[in-house]
């Protein structure tokens, strides 16, 4: 079955800068990679997705990358701003949802 | 629409006891999916329903984990006999599934539950 990979686990940034979060999948057929964002004590959130045939999308301040050759793909948030201090999941997906490990991300004002 | 909606939001009981989560999906989502939350496994698909037909429960625990979705509308969780293990958040998901083609999957609030 699909196994992905997460990291790095915790992320500390300064407001302003960039993060980046990595994730790696084993199932080349998956063909959807959604990201969500959980607020303590709150749902998961769909941020932004992407499908196998695209390689890059972009919304405001995040955009993901797909590398299906390399099997991996990224979140990237610039311009970091307090309130997008959460636990972020990556997932892949052919019919059901199989999520990386989070990653906590902390935006220091 | 309310968005997906789980009760009750939190549960305690004591070991032994039986456990009912509900939840309800969006209307017109056509698969629902139960997840459980720990800080040591993370998010885990317990099984999911498609029309209402189960299709993947490789992922419930052992047999005192059952699952139903006897309508659209509605679905169960059902933990009977309840350990403290169990204790976790569960969250149950709606989406859209077609031939081939998965769109976004819609939280609930969860289910926190604690068993003592």
């Known amino acids: 079955g699909e196994n992905v990979e997460q990291h790095p686990s915790t992320l500390s940034v300064q407001e302003g800068d960039s993060a980046v979060i990595k994730c790696t999948y084993s199932d080349s057929a998956s063909n959807y990679f959604p990201w969500y964002k959980q607020e303590l004590g709150k749902r998961p959130q769909l941020i932004i997705d992407?499908?196998?045939?695209?390689g890059e999308k972009k919304d405001q301040r995040i955009a993901v990358t797909l590398n299906k050759t390399a099997k991996h793909f990224s979140l990237h948030i610039t311009e970091t701003q307090p309130e997008d201090s959460a636990v972020y999941f990556c997932?892949?997906?052919?019919?059901?949802?199989?999520f990386g490990t989070g990653t906590r991300l902390l935006v220091s004002p | 629409d309310a968005g997906v909606i789980q009760s009750p939001r939190h549960e305690v009981t004591e070991m032994g006891q039986e456990v009912t989560l509900r939840c309800k999906p969006i209307s017109g989502h056509n698969s629902l999916f139960w997840y459980r939350q720990t800080m040591m496994r993370g998010l885990e698909l317990l099984i999911y329903?498609?029309?209402?037909?189960?299709?993947?429960d490789s992922g419930m625990p052992e047999d005192r984990f059952s699952a139903k979705m006897p309508n659209a509308s509605f679905s169960t969780l059902k933990i009977q006999p309840s350990e403290p293990r169990d204790s976790a958040v569960y969250f149950c998901a709606s989406s859209l599934l077609g031939p081939g083609l998965i769109n976004e999957q819609f939280f609930g609030p969860g289910t926190r539950l604690t068993v003592l």
């Open positions: 992407i499908r196998s045939n695209v």
């Open positions: 329903f498609n029309n209402n037909v189960p299709i993947d």
């Open positions: 997932a892949a997906s052919i019919q059901k949802l199989v």
